[in-house]
């Protein structure tokens, strides 16, 4: 049976998706129906893949494909609203699928929380509950369920009430609920939580530290004068010469321009430590990402980074591919650290390496800090 129209597709009409298989290619698909909203590169989108249900991120846009129009199958639904990976983040990740022999889709598997990769949405959604015209028009009707009447009585605002507020004034709220859904008397809906006004100014420092000596002073100069430039620095000092007050200092700069900075550590055993002078000398939000967190917690800091809502990510090597506006300052901790490096199964990649190449299409300065520095 022909699809009419579909032999003549409009310019950008095809979707070249990347999916999480062990196939080096893209795969084309057409658009959602007329309600989906536009789709752009770096969106989450799910596809009918076989007899599965994929979930893959749009690499670019085509004005035609290889495959038969006929054949063209359209994506089952838009995830995102906006991209979720930037176009700096797509082009290395891209690069890095070509230079170390990877399938794309795998790469920007590597490059995702495990609930994202499963569609969870890129924004934390706020649950609230509402009275319908007929749970309002039945209230009276409902003496003899007087758990369903009260919940029902507290849902009788315009705004509806969130799932925080019904928990906190009743217990065990969603049975009762489920009866008012199922008759019709209640309903939901979900929205994306509003983010936090940016600190500014004064506002960015929680506490300051020790006097910068004249080395760390010149180190510190250095760097900030090279902002909005790619330039690599070796920050080379043995371990408690004064490297992450350095970096605090750095940080601070970048903040105060209204950028954002991330740091990347070899070990989850040294992120507690680092995270904690972070959160104590800076006002501002510090996303952590590391693969000691449980799923929910990496799906957290992973909205946070996708939002702009984090203005430190602080990671081990997967942080590398953090989705992060205006990136001012990269930071490598210990750069000479075999654990930058994944040699597990999947991906592996050189997470100090990607760094370098991060900042140079961010145009942003690097810092390599260690105290036994790499030959290369």
């Given at each position: 049976m022909e699809n009419p129209g579909r032999d003549n597709l409009t310019p950008q009409a095809i979707l070249?998706?990347?999916?999480?298989?062990?196939?080096?290619?893209?795969?084309?698909?057409?658009?959602?129906r007329e309600s989906a909203p536009v789709v752009e590169p770096g969106m989450r989108v799910r596809v009918?893949?076989?007899?599965?249900?994929?979930?893959?991120?749009?690499?670019?846009?085509?004005?035609?494909?290889?495959?038969?129009p006929g054949k063209l199958k359209p994506v089952l639904e838009v995830i995102d609203s906006s991209p979720v990976l930037d176009a700096q983040v797509m082009e290395?990740?891209?690069?890095?699928?070509?230079?170390?022999?990877?399938?794309?889709?795998?790469?920007?598997?590597?490059?995702?929380?495990r609930l994202a990769r499963e569609g969870a949405a890129s924004r934390a959604q706020t649950e609230r509950w509402f009275a319908t015209e007929a749970g309002l028009a039945a209230f009276d009707s409902l003496k003899r369920a007087p758990r369903q009447r009260e919940l029902l009585d507290a849902l009788r605002t315009g705004d509806g009430v969130t799932s925080d507020a019904l928990a906190e004034k009743f217990d065990d709220w969603r049975t009762p609920m489920r009866a008012l859904v199922a008759r019709g008397f209640a309903s939901?809906?979900?929205?994306?939580?509003?983010?936090?006004?940016?600190?500014?100014?004064?506002d960015l420092i929680r506490g300051t530290g020790p006097e910068l000596s004249n080395e760390q002073a010149a180190a510190v100069h250095a760097i900030d004068a090279a902002h909005a430039c790619f330039v690599p620095f070796l920050l080379y000092g043995i371990t408690g010469s004064g490297k992450t007050e350095?970096?605090?200092?750095?940080?601070?700069?970048?903040?105060?321009?209204?950028q954002r900075a991330l740091v990347l550590v070899p070990e989850?055993?040294?992120?507690?430590?680092?995270?904690?002078?972070?959160?104590?000398?800076?006002?501002?939000?510090?996303?952590?990402?590391?693969?000691?967190?449980t799923d929910t917690e990496r799906l957290a800091a992973w909205r946070q980074c996708v939002s702009g809502e984090a203005r430190i990510v602080l990671?081990?090597?997967?942080?590398?591919?953090?989705?992060?506006?205006?990136?001012?300052?990269?930071?490598?901790?210990?750069?000479?650290?075999?654990?930058?490096?994944q040699h597990e199964s999947g991906f592996r990649y050189s997470a100090r390496d990607l760094a370098i190449l991060r900042a140079q299409r961010a145009g942003a300065p690097v810092v390599l800090g260690s105290a036994t520095p790499s030959l290369e």
């Open positions: 070249r998706v990347a999916l999480d298989t062990p196939l080096r290619r893209l795969f084309d698909y057409l658009p959602a009918p893949f076989g007899r599965q249900h994929l979930i893959g991120v749009v690499q670019s846009l085509a004005a035609s494909s290889d495959v038969p290395l990740l891209e690069w890095a699928a070509q230079y170390y022999h990877h399938p794309l889709g795998e790469v920007i598997s590597a490059a995702l929380p939901s809906a979900e929205n994306a939580e509003d983010l936090p006004v940016e600190a500014t100014g004064t350095v970096y605090l200092h750095t940080v601070e700069r970048t903040l105060r321009r209204s989850i055993g040294l992120t507690p430590q680092l995270v904690g002078r972070f959160r104590e000398r800076f006002a501002v939000p510090v996303a952590v990402l590391h693969s000691a967190l990671g081990t090597r997967s942080a590398v591919f953090a989705p992060i506006k205006d990136l001012g300052l990269i930071i490598v901790d210990e750069e000479h650290d075999a654990s930058f490096k």
